[in-house]
Each structure stands twice: as C-alpha cells, then as structure tokens.
C-alpha cells in the first residue's frame, strides 16, 4: 500500500477509535445516572435477543405481521431487530412485514439510516423473505402544475440513477392524481418587482383579485421578515373590507416554510445544488 494511502487509512481507524472510546464512556455515564437514549433503547434489545433464543421464539410466535413505516430512515441497529424478529419465516407462512417508506425523503443518515439498504431488501429481501415491490407514483397533495414544476426542478439536481454503494437515490417524477383547479395557469409563479412597495401592492391585488373570485378562500402569505409584512398588510388595508379580514402567524421555525426557501435558494443560486438535493430529501 502506498505511503500516502497507509497515512490516510491510519487517520480514518483513529478517528473510529476515537469515537469508540467516546462512545463507551457516554454509555457509562448514562448507565450510572440510570438514563437510556432513544438508540441506546434499541440496542439493548438487539443485545438481549441475539443473548436470548426462549426470548427470540417467544416474540416470532407472538408477532406474525411486522409493519415498518418511513422505511428509509431506518437505521442498522433497526433492521438488525427486524432480522431477528423475523428469522425463520418462510415464503407464504402466513407471516408478513410490510414496509413504507419513499428513498428520496431519506435524512437520517446521521443517526445510521442506510437509505441503501432501502434498495438492498427491496431486490433482496429479509431472510428466506422476499419483498412484492409496488411503486407509488401518484401525488394527490399538489394540482399538476406544482407537480409538473417540482417534476422538472429536481429531476435536474437528483442523481439519475440508483447506486446502491454510493447510496445514491434516483429522481423518480410523479403523477398528478388530483381534480386540476378551476385556473389551468395556477402553479408557481415567479415576478420581480423594482420596489418593495410594487411588490406589496401587486401582492395585494392579487389577493383581492382572488377573494372575489373565491369568497371562502383562505390565503396565505409567506414573508421572510415582519416590516416585509407590514407593507403588505397596509396594501392590503387600502383595499376596502380587507382590515378586519387580515390575522397574522409569524412561521419563520416552520421545517415546512425552512425547506420551501432552501429548495427556492438552490434551484436559483449558483452553488446552491446541494442545498436543493437534502432540501429534497426531506421535504417531497
């Protein structure tokens, strides 16, 4: 091996050394203060299961039907459990698990979620059990513009093809499923304005334009900062009946709000690809 690779190797087994021992002493310090983590939970079931074969039959004879949901997030420590849960089933044993999950929402690898290992059951199985694989394409929370619009955005920073070592997650587009709206040009929109107070006064016609063509509407407006707000609400109040129509909910922490400008950021900004990519993953 060459002397620069052994040198690259030694730093990579030390650093794992390093977090084994950190590892271990917080172990120690939880079990004194008699406290258990979320990880730490699963762990020693996995340890007193793997110990424990009267254990192991008991919970196989008790459990015939597994259901996992958000499969991608789930980590080795989790599929080992189910490995164990479910050894010995066979084809057609009137046993089953059945799991959930999308790969392209998968965000927890820093918890050891293996989005790989999505791919991995799914071709081969858990055990002597093999998977039915049904892929779900139909989207039935967006109007087929959105869909059509996030189809084309993310179809452009998403891998193209699966790569099960890289654990990299193909783009698959979805299918719109809903009753179009009654406005065929309804989607996303993007307008500049040279003003703020160009910006607030279109926004408000719009606004208006929209609640007299749909009276029980509820509209939402998204700011990134309250004075930004406070220009839009005064437009708005210039339009007549609108003031005491107009409540507020300040949703900056919103994850929902946090992924819509971080995918926006990255399909925009130069650089901003790897942004949009985890924006992805987590969000649609």
């Not at 394409?137 to 869909?147: E, G, K, W």
């Not at 654990?167 to 003003?195: D, L, Y």
């Amino acid at each position: 091996m060459p002397e620069d690779e052994r040198a690259i190797r030694a730093v990579g087994i030390a650093k794992i050394e390093e977090t084994a021992r950190a590892y271990r002493a917080s172990e120690l310090l939880l079990r004194e203060r008699k406290l258990l983590t979320f990880g730490s939970q699963i762990m020693d079931v996995v340890v007193h299961l793997r110990a424990n074969e009267s254990l192991r039959e008991s919970l196989r004879a008790r459990y015939r039907y597994i259901l996992v949901d958000e499969f991608q997030d789930t980590s080795s420590a989790q599929l080992e459990l189910v490995r164990l849960l479910t050894a010995g089933w066979q084809q057609d044993d009137g046993r089953s698990i059945f799991c959930v999950g999308d790969p392209m929402q998968s965000i927890y690898g820093f918890r050891q979620a293996e989005v790989r290992a999505f791919l991995e059951l799914a071709e081969e199985g858990v055990g002597d059990v093999q998977f039915t694989v049904e892929r779900l394409r139909s989207n039935f929370r967006s109007a087929a513009p959105l869909v059509q619009w996030i189809n084309h955005c993310f179809e452009r920073v998403m891998p193209q093809v699966d790569d099960r070592r890289r654990g990299a997650i193909a783009f698959r587009a979805s299918v719109p499923a809903v009753t179009p709206f009654e406005r065929s040009e309804c989607g996303v929109e993007c307008a500049g304005f040279t003003t703020r107070a160009a910006e607030s006064n279109a926004v408000a016609d719009m606004i208006g334009a929209e609640t007299l063509r749909h009276p029980k509407w509820r509209i939402a407006v998204l700011v990134r900062a309250k004075n930004h707000a406070r220009e839009i609400a005064a437009s708005l109040r210039a339009i007549e009946d609108f003031s005491s129509r107009i409540s507020w909910r300040w949703a900056t922490n919103s994850r929902i709000i946090r992924c819509v400008m971080s995918c926006g950021e990255g399909i925009a900004v130069p650089g901003g690809v790897k942004k949009a990519r985890n924006c992805s993953r987590s969000f649609w």
